[in-house]
């Protein structure tokens, strides 16, 4: 996902959605897949200019608890 939100923020977008990328048909495990991208997106909020809003999708509950999961484990996301 860091590709994608630099590209986003290069053209002065807000905001971007992601879904659980890889966890579809890379079966990768959500939790892995959570952590990586929280961690890609945790190293691009440092760096971002116009990008405030990044949207976490989820198409089931386990994916939306894996999200919720790694966020609150993470120290810059704990408030969530």
Do not use: C
């Not at 484990?73 to 969530?80: G, K, L, N, P």
């Amino acid at each position: 996902p860091k590709g994608e939100a630099n590209r986003a923020d290069r053209v002065n977008h807000s905001s971007i959605g992601f879904p659980g990328m890889g966890t579809g048909t890379g079966g990768i495990a959500y939790l892995v897949a959570a952590r990586q991208m929280v961690e890609a997106i945790s190293g691009f909020s440092k760096e971002a200019n116009s990008l405030r809003l990044v949207v976490l999708v989820a198409r089931s509950e386990p994916l939306a608890s894996a999200w919720v999961s790694v966020l609150r484990s993470t120290e810059e996301f704990r408030s969530i």
